[in-house]
């Protein structure tokens, strides 16, 4: 059951705990207990709105940074991670498994200058970090399984 209360919140954050119920064949009180477990145990950890930026805020610039780090002695890429994650630009830091980069951030700003400068000023400061390469996300097509666009997409793979 916790699999499908998953499921179907990442759907849907906002489902009432009747439909809930419903669609699990549980009584609402149910439901809700279940979810509340999953919450207390730190499975769900938070609900996010997803945005379409281009009917709220046009002038919001997304990038991912590819950052190339030294591994600290005796705690490998945490520290890094979790200095770099208190920063409120960033939206994710992530650690990848191999390649030319050891930690993947995404940064949210007001425009390209803003973001340029958290690069410059803020994580290429960081002792430990050997490089950095920006990625300007241009369009979000589709984010958390949800299509930005109101456009269903093409079966054929066509505009």
Do not use: W
């Amino acid at each position: 059951m916790k699999n499908e209360i998953i499921r179907i919140l990442q759907q849907n954050a906002r489902i009432s705990n009747s439909a809930m119920g419903e669609m699990l064949g549980i009584s609402p009180e149910q439901a809700a207990a279940e979810i509340h477990k999953l919450e207390d145990e730190g499975v769900i950890r938070g609900y996010s709105v997803i945005l379409d930026d281009e009917k709220f805020d046009k002038s919001t610039v997304y990038a991912t940074i590819e950052l190339k780090v030294t591994p600290q002695r005796d705690c490998g890429f945490d520290d890094i991670a979790k200095t770099i994650m208190m920063y409120d630009e960033v939206e994710s830091v992530s650690l990848m498994s191999s390649g030319a980069y050891d930690l993947a951030v995404e940064v949210k700003g007001s425009n390209l200058k803003d973001v340029a400068f958290f690069v410059s000023e803020r994580l290429a400061t960081i002792d430990g970090i050997l490089s950095t390469s920006t990625h300007f996300i241009l369009k979000k097509y589709k984010e958390k399984g949800i299509f930005i666009n109101d456009e269903e997409p093409d079966e054929r793979g066509l505009c």
